[in-house]
């Protein structure tokens, strides 16, 4: 027999977190199903040898960090793991603007709608912006650069959701070493420390000074009682009286285990691609959900974004130092060229000083004259600034939100299980995005830097993105949607989708706050019974 369940939720990011959190808070029994592993510090990949590789088609045996898909002139990078997007992102919580609303929403969607889910949102990852006393150079490059360029009324911090103390600054002694980071208990009851500026957003931070999901959301879910089941991969979505069964496979000891639960209501939280091709399979394959609109799969956005290095031959930037994004300077009034796009300070983890200083901090156990050796291997390994004359600009840009997503086979492997395509034509988007890298290169020039446009855009404008949204577009029926404005399937009552699949447009900026505000919206309709029931 399945086990049952009031609410199934499909996955842990911004969308499955909050959902999973407000229903069991609401009295719910939720279950929620989460393809990737539970990672700690402990765990987190940092030698070449770890797990940084999600594989889709061989999950079993690959069930790393990071899922990147690989699209004809796209690339999609996606975290897998307990927390899904938060644990790789670059801890950005920025509301979207009203324009963003204006058109393209069904009219259940507003910006005033949104405004105390947004304050829920920010209040539960406690973001915040960076202090005065801890900016980082690539901080005050972005300023000067503003300001030179005539912009710096346009220039601004952004709030991150990482938790500083005040008592930490680089005029201290080895400033990156955990010793300085101060430990604490947040309201969610789970440990946490401040930031040391280590840099290690993207890949896990090491004193859990961002807060990602499983440091509140999703801790505040199993506090109300929800059940969180790591690397389960929910294979198909069958309607039954009074509900729906999720049948999915559990990764265990190198192998998949079939499993089924069922549920009243089942929210899909798996993310753009992961939710879209869900009911894509349903419909187009399985049959179970055929009532599931046309629109499926289409206004598929990568929101503009685009990383463009610049070279300082006579200036440190550091961008191995500080949080990985700190601050923007905002052109989503359209302004300049008539485009509307955000262009933000980038950063990287020093993955070889990673691997160095875990080498050290394992060697220094040994002890004696070792512990003294590799102890200051690790000191040098915490400090060393690879790269420190690169600027990785960094930005959004409100593209066409004009592609397709949609099962198939590609040329190169025309037998065995269909895929996720992608159908991407630059054409719509291509202005947004120049726009974004002209605007990199006249900062980097008013710097005194050089910044170089990646061949990839120049020769065959290709791009990579970490914030891919719709697929599942809300609208106002089947004909212009997927899902009503409360995430709900068109034709499938109890059936919803919360998470960036959602979006109808591109929002030119970091959409995790959006998706978190979304779904708190979507989670107080279900609440509030403002939603279908199954038959």
């Not at 204006?102 to 947004?118: D, F, V």
């Not at 829920?120 to 690539?138: K, S, V």
């Not at 005539?150 to 959701?161: I, M």
Request: charged share 20%; net charge negative.
């Amino acid at each position: 027999m399945a086990e049952k369940f009031d609410v199934i939720v499909v996955g842990s990011g911004f969308g499955g977190a909050v959902t999973s959190c407000r229903l069991a808070q609401a009295g719910r029994s939720v279950l929620v199903l989460e393809r990737g592993r539970e990672w700690s510090p402990e765990t987190y990949p940092r030698d070449p040898g770890d797990d940084w590789i999600w594989n889709q088609d061989d999950p079993a045996r690959r069930n790393g960090w990071m899922d990147l898909r690989f699209f004809d002139d796209m690339i999609v990078a996606q975290g897998a793991g307990v927390g899904g997007g938060s644990l790789i992102y670059a801890n950005v919580f920025v509301e979207a603007q009203p324009w963003v609303f204006e058109s393209g929403w069904p009219s259940g969607i507003t910006y005033e709608g949104l405004r105390e889910h947004y304050e829920t949102a920010g209040d539960m990852l406690q973001a915040q912006t960076i202090p005065d006393n801890q900016l980082t150079r690539r901080f005050e490059l972005v300023r000067e650069a503003a300001g030179a360029a005539g912009y710096g009324d346009r220039f601004r911090k952004v709030p991150l959701a990482v938790s500083f103390s005040e008592d930490w600054n680089y005029g201290l002694d080895d400033p990156h070493d955990q010793r300085w980071s101060k430990r604490f208990v947040n309201r969610h009851g789970r440990e946490q420390g401040t930031c040391i500026h280590c840099g290690n957003c993207d890949v896990g931070c090491p004193v859990r000074a961002k807060n990602t999901l499983d440091l509140n959301y999703l801790a505040a879910a199993r506090a109300a009682g929800a059940e969180v089941r790591a690397l389960h991969l929910v294979r198909g979505i069958v309607p039954i009286a009074g509900g729906y069964r999720v049948d999915y496979e559990r990764i265990t000891d190198g192998g998949l285990v079939a499993g089924s639960a069922t549920a009243t209501r089942v929210v899909l939280a798996a993310g753009s691609l992961g939710s879209t091709e869900l009911l894509l399979r349903a419909r187009d394959e399985a049959g179970t959900l055929p009532r599931v609109s046309p629109q499926l799969g289409h206004r598929w956005s990568s929101n503009g974004d685009f990383l463009t290095p610049a070279f300082y031959s006579e200036r440190r930037v550091e961008p191995t130092r500080g949080p990985t994004i700190t601050c923007a300077v905002d052109f989503l009034d359209g302004s300049r060229d008539g485009e509307r796009f955000f262009v933000e300070d980038g950063g990287f983890p020093n993955l070889i000083g990673n691997t160095v200083g875990e080498l050290a901090t394992t060697a220094s156990k040994l002890g004696g004259v070792y512990a003294v050796a590799f102890a200051a291997l690790g000191r040098a390994a915490r400090n060393s600034t690879p790269l420190e004359h690169v600027m990785p600009w960094f930005g959004q840009a409100a593209d066409a939100a004009d592609g397709r997503l949609h099962l198939g086979r590609p040329w190169w492997r025309p037998f065995g299980r269909s895929r996720l395509l992608l159908d991407w034509d630059v054409s719509a988007s291509q202005a947004a995005v120049q726009a974004l890298i002209d605007t990199h290169k006249l900062f980097s020039q008013h710097t005194g830097g050089l910044a170089l446009e990646p061949p990839g855009w120049t020769l065959s404008k290709d791009l990579i993105t970490p914030h891919p949204l719709g697929g599942c577009a809300m609208g106002e029926g089947p004909h212009d949607g997927v899902v009503d404005a409360n995430g709900e399937v068109f034709g499938h009552a109890g059936l919803h989708v919360a998470d960036g699949a959602v979006f109808p447009r591109a929002v030119g900026l970091n959409p995790s706050r959006t998706i978190a505000a979304l779904a708190e919206h979507i989670a107080a309709a279900i609440v509030g019974g403002r939603t279908g029931a199954p038959a």
